[in-house]
C-alpha cells in the first residue's frame, strides 16, 4: 500500500478498509491537474527560498517525465496508491530521491485535492461551453434557413396559434444561451486557487499564494483557509447548470421524438442518429432524442447527491468529500456526449415543411387572427371571439378550415366578414404582422438573429 502517511500507526490498515478508502480509481482522472499543480508549487517553493534551484529542477523534470511516460503508456497507475498524489510524489521520490520528498512543504492533500479538482472542473466547463456554442451555431443556422417555415405554436398541447420553425428553435436558442452565461458566472466564482490553505488553517512556511494562483491562471488566492478546503460550491452550482443543460436538452428531445412520430412526421431524424427494430422492419427509431431524455435523471441524482453528502458536513474538510468525485465525472461526461450527439442530429434532420404548414392550417391557428379581424371592423372583443368560436364548430362538422370556408358561409356567421377575411387569416399574414421584437415575423426574427450573431462573436474566455 502505497500510503503518504503511516508514522502514527502500529499496522496496516485492513485491505477492504483501504480498497473502501482508496480513491484512486476514480481520481486518477486529474492526474495532469496535479501535476501542473505539483509543478507550479515547486516553482513558488523556490522563489520563497524553501528549495534551492536545483531542487526545483529536479522537481519539474520528474514531474515532467511521470507525465510523459503515463501519457504514452510507459507507467501505469494502478490500485496499490492510495490516491493519484500517492502515486506521483512515489514515483517522484524513486526517480530524484530526497528532493522528491520536499515537494509537499506547505501543502496538505486537502487543499491539494482541492485544487486539482478546480482545475479539472474549470477545462471541463469551457469544453461544455464550446459544446454549447456549436449547438448555438446550427439552431442559428437553421434558423436563418426557416424564416417563412410555418407550422403550429402549441400551449397545452394543442394548437394555438402560427409561428415559424425559426421562431420556435429561437426558444431553445435563449435557452442554451442562458446556459452559456451560467457557465460564464460559474467560472468567475470557482477561479481562485485554493492551494496553499494547508489542511485547514494554512501552514508556517512563507508561501506567495498570489504566485501559485497566478501561475495557475487563478484570479487570485482564496481567502479563508478552512472554506478553501471544504468549498464544493462551485461543483453544487456546475451541477446544477448540467441539470438544467440536460432538462432543456431533455424538452427538445420530447418535441422532437413527438414530430418524429408517424402522426405528426415533421422531422425525419438521418439515418446516422436512429436505430431500427430487432423485429419490426418498419421501424426507425429516435434513440438519440429518447436517450437523451432518460439520461437528464443521472445527471439530476448527481446534483442531489452533492447536495445530500455536504449537507451535514462540519468544517473543515471531511472524508464524505471524497463522494465529490464520481458522480460529478459522470455527469460531465453525459452532458457532453448528449450535446455533441444532439448537435449532430440535429444539424442533419429533415423538416417536412409541407406537412408542418398545413398543419397549422387544419389546426385552427388563425383563429385569434380571426377574432382581431373583427374587433378591426368594429365588433367587441367578447362578441368577436364568440363568433369565431361558433365558426370554428362549424368548420369541425364539415371538417374544413376557416380560410376553406367561402365568403357566404362566413357571412352566414357574420355579416361583418368580407373579402379580405382571407388575407387576413392567412399564415403568411398571421405570422408577418407580428413584429414586435420576439415575434416570429420576418423583419423580428431577422433583428433577433442579428442580435445572436454578433452575440455569437464574442468570447468570454481565451
Not at 452532458?335 to 444532439?342: E, Q, R
Amino acid at each position: 500500500m502505497a500510503q503518504l502517511w503511516g508514522g502514527r500507526f502500529t499496522k496496516e490498515t485492513d485491505r477492504l478498509a483501504y480498497q473502501f478508502n482508496a480513491s484512486i480509481n476514480f481520481d486518477k482522472r486529474f492526474f495532469a491537474q496535479d501535476i501542473e499543480g505539483s509543478i507550479a508549487h515547486a516553482a513558488m517553493l523556490k522563489e520563497q527560498g524553501i528549495l534551492t534551484e536545483e531542487e526545483k529542477e529536479a522537481i519539474t523534470e520528474g514531474l515532467t517525465g511521470i507525465r510523459r511516460d503515463v501519457e504514452e503508456g510507459r507507467l501505469v497507475i494502478t490500485e496499490e496508491y492510495e490516491d493519484i498524489h500517492s502515486f506521483v510524489e512515489a514515483n517522484l521520490i524513486d526517480r530524484i530521491g530526497d528532493a522528491g520528498k520536499k515537494l509537499h512543504t506547505g501543502r496538505s492533500r486537502n487543499d491539494q485535492v482541492a485544487l486539482d479538482m478546480r482545475l479539472y472542473v474549470r477545462q471541463e466547463l469551457l469544453e461544455i461551453d464550446g459544446c454549447l456554442k456549436d449547438l448555438l451555431e446550427t439552431l442559428i443556422t437553421l434558423m436563418e434557413e426557416n424564416l417563412d417555415t410555418y407550422m403550429p405554436g402549441f400551449t397545452h398541447m394543442q394548437k394555438a396559434q402560427p409561428t415559424t420553425l425559426a421562431h420556435h428553435l429561437g426558444a431553445y436558442f435563449e435557452m442554451f444561451k442562458r446556459d452559456r452565461l451560467r457557465m460564464k458566472d460559474i467560472y468567475a466564482r470557482m477561479n481562485y486557487c485554493p492551494l496553499g490553505a494547508g489542511a485547514l488553517a494554512g501552514t508556517t512556511y512563507p508561501l506567495d499564494r498570489s504566485m501559485t494562483a497566478s501561475l495557475l491562471g487563478f484570479a487570485g488566492p482564496t481567502l479563508n483557509s478552512m472554506d478553501s478546503v471544504s468549498d464544493r460550491d462551485y461543483l453544487i452550482e456546475f451541477l446544477s447548470a448540467l441539470s438544467t443543460v440536460m432538462m432543456h436538452l431533455s424538452r427538445f428531445s420530447e418535441e422532437i421524438i413527438t414530430w418524429n412520430s408517424n402522426e405528426y412526421r415533421f422531422v425525419e431524424i438521418d439515418d446516422a442518429y436512429s436505430t431500427g427494430s430487432s423485429i419490426m422492419p418498419q421501424k426507425k427509431n429516435p434513440d438519440i432524442a429518447e436517450l437523451t431524455r432518460g439520461k437528464t435523471g443521472r445527471v439530476y441524482g448527481a446534483l442531489v447527491s452533492i447536495l445530500t453528502t455536504m449537507k451535514g458536513i462540519p468544517l473543515a474538510y471531511n472524508k464524505d468529500m471524497q463522494e465529490d468525485k464520481e458522480l460529478t465525472f459522470d455527469a460531465i461526461d453525459t452532458v457532453k456526449n448528449c450535446l455533441i450527439l444532439f448537435d449532430g442530429m440535429v444539424k442533419t434532420m429533415r423538416f417536412n415543411k409541407a406537412v408542418m404548414e398545413k398543419s397549422a392550417v387544419n389546426g385552427f391557428t388563425n383563429a385569434t387572427d380571426a377574432a382581431d379581424y373583427l374587433v378591426g371592423k368594429g365588433v367587441p372583443f367578447r362578441d368577436a371571439h364568440g363568433i369565431i368560436g361558433r365558426l370554428v364548430l362549424y368548420c369541425i362538422e364539415k371538417n374544413t378550415s376557416i380560410d376553406s370556408l367561402s365568403l357566404e358561409e362566413l357571412k352566414n356567421v357574420s355579416p361583418v366578414f368580407e373579402e379580405d377575411i382571407f388575407d387576413a387569416v392567412s399564415l403568411k399574414t398571421c405570422v408577418e404582422k407580428r413584429l414586435t421584437l420576439g415575434a416570429p415575423g420576418m423583419e423580428a426574427m431577422k433583428e433577433v438573429i442579428r442580435v445572436n450573431r454578433e452575440y455569437l462573436k464574442e468570447e468570454w474566455h481565451s
